[in-house]
């Protein structure tokens, strides 16, 4: 487990009232925050090279503080949007892909539509386990809320995440795309991109494009993005931070985990 950025101190978070958890295939990220989430009293984010009992005993170790409510985003697996419903046939594709894996589905509020995702049981027991009263959803799942404002030119929202990013696009209130990807370098994630404008036929010079995660706006991507397309926009969570200098962005996927389940 490795420490990438650390706002806070636990002293300060002993009266919060949320703890919101995301949890990747190599990374996590927790904030403890007052109710409506509009305040962080401490933060942080961490890398994993594989989540094994160990690293798990640690996070629980280092998160486990009382609060109100919990609130955990499991973004695991090559997670899919499926119709409800969906033949048994297309699970048990899935279901191989992920040799050892626990297979979920779990309902989209308001959309008639499962994700669909693997998580090793070994993770998804120490969820149950340690959280029992936590809500959890996946990041497919949450990130739909986003979709019924979507414009009529269209918008794709970039997570970036460490060595994997989700990207979501949509248009006129209707879903395009919602995938999660592999990447090794700003080439990959252009790519990305400009396949789902050419894909669904957005304009590269209308499509709103709204960035979160782990985006340095000093970085080769950030400068390359504007090369491509004109309306780029870092998404910030809106919530007040104790004094430091970690962009804040980089946290905004933890305030759309309340905002999508609240």
């Not at 998580?119 to 979709?147: R, Y």
């Not at 706006?217 to 993005?225: F, G, W």
């Amino acid at each position: 487990m490795k420490q990438l950025f650390y706002i806070g101190d636990q002293s300060s978070s002993r009266n919060a009232e949320r703890l919101l958890l995301r949890m990747g295939e190599y990374w996590a990220a927790f904030a403890y925050t007052n109710e409506d989430a509009s305040a962080v009293y401490e933060l942080g984010y961490f890398t994993v090279d594989e989540w094994n009992e160990n690293e798990l005993n640690w996070i629980h170790d280092r998160l486990f503080r009382p609060a109100g409510k919990v609130q955990i985003g499991l973004d695991h697996g090559a997670g899919l949007l499926l119709p409800s419903g969906v033949p048994g046939t297309v699970l048990d594709i899935v279901s191989e892909r992920s040799e050892g894996q626990t297979i979920v589905q779990e309902p989209v509020n308001g959309w008639q539509l499962n994700t669909v995702f693997s998580i090793s049981p070994q993770l998804q027991h120490w969820v149950n386990n340690k959280f029992p009263e936590a809500g959890t959803i996946h990041q497919l799942s949450a990130m739909m809320k986003f979709v019924p404002s979507s414009p009529g030119d269209g918008v794709m929202y970039l997570d970036l995440r460490q060595k994997d990013l989700h990207l979501l696009a949509a248009a006129n209130g209707r879903l395009l795309l919602s995938q999660q990807y592999q990447y090794e370098g700003y080439e990959d994630i252009l790519f990305y991109l400009l396949r789902t404008c050419e894909q669904f036929g957005l304009s590269q010079e209308k499509v709103a494009l709204k960035l979160s995660g782990l985006i340095d706006i000093e970085s080769s991507l950030y400068k390359e993005l504007y090369q491509y397309f004109i309306l780029v926009e870092l998404r910030e969570p809106g919530w007040q931070l104790p004094p430091n200098e970690i962009p804040s962005h980089y946290f905004t996927s933890l305030k759309d985990l309340y905002l999508c389940v609240s």
